[in-house]
C-alpha cells in the first residue's frame, strides 16, 4: 500500500487505485468541467495530474451544484 503526503500529485493510473472511478469516468468529468485545472489537477508538460487531497474530498462529497447540461445537437441539418 502507497501512502500519499496530502500535496502529492498523482497521474490518472495511479489515481484509480485510489479513488473507485475508471479512467474514462475521469476522464469524462474532466471534459464535463467537474473538475477544476489547479484545484482538482494540474497540466505540466501536458499532462494531467490529480490532486489526491483534492480529489479525495471531491469522492467523500461530491458537488453539491447543479450539473453542467450541455446541449446536444441531434440533427446538424435541422439543429435538433
Known amino acids: 500500500i502507497v501512502e500519499y503526503t496530502e500535496e502529492a500529485q ?4 495511479e489515481l484509480v487505485k ?6 474514462k469516468t475521469l476522464r469524462n468529468l474532466k471534459c464535463r468541467g467537474e473538475f477544476l485545472e489547479g484545484k482538482h489537477y494540474s497540466k505540466p508538460r501536458g499532462r ?6 483534492a480529489m479525495k474530498e471531491w469522492y467523500d462529497n461530491p458537488s453539491k451544484g447543479t450539473p453542467i447540461d450541455i446541449p ?6 435541422y439543429g435538433r
Do not use: A, D, Q
Open 18 to 23: 485510489i479513488i473507485p472511478l475508471s479512467e
Open 72 to 77: 446536444l445537437v441531434r440533427n446538424l441539418r
Open 48 to 53: 494531467v495530474l490529480w490532486f489526491v487531497k
Open 10 to 13: 498523482v497521474p490518472t493510473s
